[in-house]
């Protein structure tokens, strides 16, 4: 039996690099050799610092972690229908059972079945590691157009947010506003220019990330956080207020912002995870006919949709990467990512090391 490297993480704030047996795959599975795999802030908010999730947020403790992966089919089991060796995948991150309402809207993420429902990186074995043992029906085929690390962001976190931006629909009239500028922010900020917003405005705490913002060119202004931010806003948009607003910072303050700097009839969508918001129903949204969505991860269908859009407006989801590591310094990976002062973080593989 071949070995391999991992990584785990065992809740301490720390990384473990641990030998595993290469897996082989069985039916309907396919073996992926690993080119690129990001760090998402859920790897952060619910595992690295400590196991805080239940669920479908629970991590099993020693399971290799990342479950943002893209890399190369190596090894095909027996019953697989579509895809072969050599292909270039990314894995959406959720292996559903594939029979329930949820998994047959393709929304393996809200699977109903606790037998089968395992998300890679959590329950199952995830991208941190040379080799990632997935199931055929989980995957969607990367674009000769897209790097390895392009499609590992796809895998979780512009997949999340091109759900969230089609549930408020955006548009040539919109002023965007998106609070909190992690990876995330970024992609969204992105993912709406390359829809046709109008003007997109963004809210940051962190001076750093301000920095990496400005320097992506994706905004036509960055604020920092403050308790003017509505105003600003107001000020930007003739009085009016932004027609969509995205959180991505999960703060309580930014919510209010996203709120109430929305216009009338404007639409409001929260991706970040975790915290609170406190609001007053009557004038912040109800007499301004205001809409909240919540929006979590996406369905396959729509992850395939999106790489082919990707490709078509040409932009490159890998741009918002700020630092690369190999696995072996999977460690200062996860410490630069829990300490918010970066972009993207990716652990890399192959071709992707540069
Ligand atoms: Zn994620
Ligand atoms: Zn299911």
């Known amino acids: 039996m071949k070995r391999m490297t991992g990584a785990i993480l065992p809740g301490n704030s720390t990384v473990e690099l641990k030998t595993f047996d290469i897996p082989t795959p069985g039916y309907g599975e396919v073996l992926v050799k690993m080119k690129s795999s990001t760090i998402c802030g859920s790897d952060i908010r619910c595992i690295y610092h400590e196991h805080l999730g239940k669920g479908p947020e629970g991590y099993q403790p020693g399971m290799i972690a990342g479950h943002e992966p893209c890399g190369q089919i190596v090894e095909i089991g027996q019953g697989c229908r579509r895809f072969r060796e050599g292909d270039r995948v990314i894995i959406y991150h959720i292996s559903g059972c594939g029979l329930c309402n949820d998994c047959r809207r393709g929304y393996m993420i809200s699977c109903t079945s606790e037998q089968y429902r395992r998300a890679y990186g959590w329950q199952r074995d995830g991208g941190m590691a040379e080799y990632l043992l997935a199931e055929e029906k989980d995957l969607v085929l990367l674009p000769d157009e897209l790097s390895y690390s392009d499609g590992a962001q796809v895998a979780c976190g512009f997949g999340t947010v091109y759900e969230g931006l089609e549930k408020i629909g955006i548009c040539g009239n919109d002023t965007v506003l998106i609070t909190g500028l992690g990876p995330v922010g970024l992609a969204t900020a992105m993912l709406a220019k390359a829809m046709g917003a109008d003007r997109i405005v963004g809210i940051e705490a962190i001076d750093e990330r301000i920095r990496i913002a ?51 009839w404007g639409k409001i969508v929260f991706l970040g995870e975790g915290g609170t918001c406190s609001f007053q129903p009557s004038p912040d949204i109800i007499h301004d006919q205001k809409t909240i969505y919540g929006s979590w991860v996406t369905n396959i269908w729509r992850m395939e949709e999106l790489v ?18 190999p696995l072996e310094k999977a460690d200062e990976a996860y410490a630069l990512m829990a300490g918010g002062k970066c972009g993207k973080v990716a652990v890399v593989f192959d071709e992707e090391l540069r």
Do not use: Y
Not at 226 to 250: F, H, I, L, P, Y
Not at 312 to 323: Q, V
């Open 214 to 264: 400005e320097k992506l060119k994706l905004f036509d202004a960055v604020l920092k956080a403050g308790a003017d931010n509505v105003q600003q806003v107001r000020t930007m948009t003739g009085g009016m207020g932004a027609e969509k607003t995205v959180d991505c910072s999960a703060n309580d303050k930014a919510r209010l912002t996203c709120i109430q700097a929305a216009r009338k």
């Open 308 to 325: 082919e859009r990707i490709v078509r407006w040409g932009i490159r989801p890998e741009d918002l990467i700020t630092h690369r590591f």
